[in-house]
């Protein structure tokens, strides 16, 4: 069965401080793999995506993503964190020939001034 | 252009009334889904729509809930004799379908429509 694990629902990092999402899959075939991000009361919209190719994938506002498939991961980050990054951001997977996509359960990143 | 919008963005009503929700995909999509934000179970699958084919309705979790797409465009989310296990944020995402690209891989979502049922 495909699923997705974000590792931590809250993380807290400083402003200007590395930011590290960490998201795992279980798929025996590689999926394609997306970062979305959640801003309050706002839909959700794409940071970045793995489908083939380069590993490492770049995205929007700084944020960039590694596939690893020996380890199973694709975990978001970014260099340094700015107080506009405060927000949920969703880790999704689509297996090849699928039609939707699985969620991970979200991690609420806050940036402390 | 245009993005996928939602409509009502907020809808309250009484447990056991029937309610519709409206997506207006990006035009030239061909591809549908809708989804399920709640606290207790995350973002969930409920329906996908591919132009004239039949819907894949796996993610419904009862007969309670039914989507149509008229015209390969709008589309409806119906859910009947509503509970308040129903109160949620439902999101409609559409998606390009076909072509060469990455960029048919991506789904583009809505604002969402925010369900509480009394």
């Known amino acids: 069965a495909q699923s997705v694990t974000q590792l931590g629902s809250h993380v807290s990092v400083s402003e200007g401080a590395l930011v590290l999402l960490r998201c795992n899959y279980s798929s025996s075939v590689p999926p394609y793999l997306f970062w979305y991000v959640q801003y309050p009361n706002q839909g959700l919209q794409l940071l970045l995506k793995?489908?083939?190719?380069?590993?490492l994938v770049k995205g929007i506002n700084g944020f960039e993503a590694e596939f690893k498939k020996s380890e199973t991961s694709f975990h978001l980050t970014k260099p340094s964190a700015h107080m506009s990054d405060a927000a949920e951001y969703f880790c999704?997977?689509?297996?090849?020939?699928?039609?939707?996509?699985?969620f991970g359960t979200g991690t609420r990143l806050t940036v402390i001034p | 252009g245009a993005g996928v919008s939602q409509s009502p963005s907020n809808k309250v009503t009484e447990k056991g009334k029937d309610v519709e929700l409206r997506c207006d995909p990006i035009?030239?999509?061909?591809?549908l889904y809708w989804y399920r934000q709640s606290l207790g179970q995350g973002l969930e699958f409920l329906i996908y729509f591919q132009g004239n084919s039949a819907p894949d309705k796996s993610g419904l979790p009862s007969d309670r809930f039914s989507a149509e797409r008229t015209g390969g465009s709008v589309s409806t989310l119906t859910i009947q004799r509503t509970q308040q296990e129903d109160s949620a944020v439902y999101l409609c995402?559409?998606?390009?379908?076909?072509?060469?690209?990455?960029?048919?891989?991506?789904?583009?979502f809505g604002p969402g429509t925010r369900l509480t049922v009394l």
């Open positions: 035009s030239g999509h061909t591809a």
């Open positions: 793995y489908t083939t190719g380069a590993t």
């Open positions: 995402a559409s998606r390009q379908m076909g072509g060469a690209g990455a960029s048919t891989d991506t789904q583009y």
């Open positions: 999704a997977v689509r297996k090849t020939g699928a039609n939707n996509l699985f």
